[in-house]
C-alpha cells in the first residue's frame, strides 16, 4: 500500500467501510435493517445489510490482507448463512468460461476469491454490465 501501514490496519478501516455503506443504504432504503447477524434478521422477515464490524477482532477463516475484498467476504458470509447463491456486481463482464481462478487473475475478482469459492457448495453469480454468468465453483466454469 502506498502509505505503508500494515496490512491488518488495511483490512479493519475498508471493514468499517463497508459497515459505514451498510448504514448509508439502510438510511436510503428504509426497509433494510444493519445487522452484524444476518441470519436473525431473515429469520424475523427483515431484509438484511451485513455490518461486518465484527471481523475486525480477526477470524481465523479470513487473512487480513489486501487479497481479500468484499467478494471474498461476501462468499464467505453466504457460506456461513448456507445460502444456495452468492450474487457479486460487477463493473465488467467476466470472461465467457472463466472460473474463480481466472477471475482472479484478470483482476476481476480478489485474488482470495478461489480458496473462498472452493468452499462454498452453491451458484456462483457475477452480475456484470452485459447480464449474469454463473459461475459453478466445483467445475470452476462460469456459463451465461
Known amino acids: 500500500n502506498a502509505l505503508a501501514f500494515p496490512d491488518p490496519l488495511a483490512h479493519r478501516l475498508a471493514l468499517d467501510a463497508m459497515a459505514g455503506m451498510a448504514r448509508i443504504f439502510a438510511a436510503?432504503?428504509?426497509?433494510?435493517?444493519?445487522?452484524?447477524?444476518?441470519?436473525?434478521s431473515l429469520a424475523a422477515g427483515r431484509v438484511p445489510v451485513w455490518d461486518p464490524s465484527a471481523l475486525k477482532a480477526g477470524h481465523k477463516e479470513i487473512p487480513e490482507s489486501w487479497d481479500v475484498?468484499?467478494?471474498?467476504?461476501?462468499?464467505?458470509?453466504?457460506?456461513?448463512?448456507?445460502?444456495?447463491?452468492?450474487?457479486?456486481?460487477k463493473s465488467a463482464d467476466p470472461a465467457p468460461g472463466a472460473?474463480?481462478?481466472?477471475?482472479?487473475?484478470?483482476?476481476?475478482?480478489?485474488?482470495?476469491?478461489p480458496g473462498f469459492a472452493a468452499r462454498f457448495p452453491g451458484r456462483?453469480?457475477?452480475?456484470?454490465?452485459?447480464?449474469?454468468?454463473?459461475?459453478?465453483?466445483?467445475?470452476a466454469e462460469c456459463a451465461a
Not at 482472479?104 to 482470495?112: M, P, Q
Open 124 to 139: 456462483i453469480v457475477l452480475r456484470g454490465p452485459r447480464g449474469d454468468r454463473t459461475c459453478r465453483d466445483a467445475p
Open 69 to 89: 475484498t468484499s467478494d471474498s467476504l461476501a462468499l464467505w458470509l453466504a457460506t456461513r448463512l448456507g445460502a444456495e447463491t452468492c450474487l457479486l456486481v
Open 99 to 113: 472460473g474463480p481462478a481466472e477471475l482472479a487473475r484478470a483482476g476481476l475478482v480478489d485474488a482470495a476469491l
Open 28 to 40: 436510503l432504503e428504509p426497509r433494510l435493517t444493519v445487522t452484524e447477524d444476518p441470519a436473525g
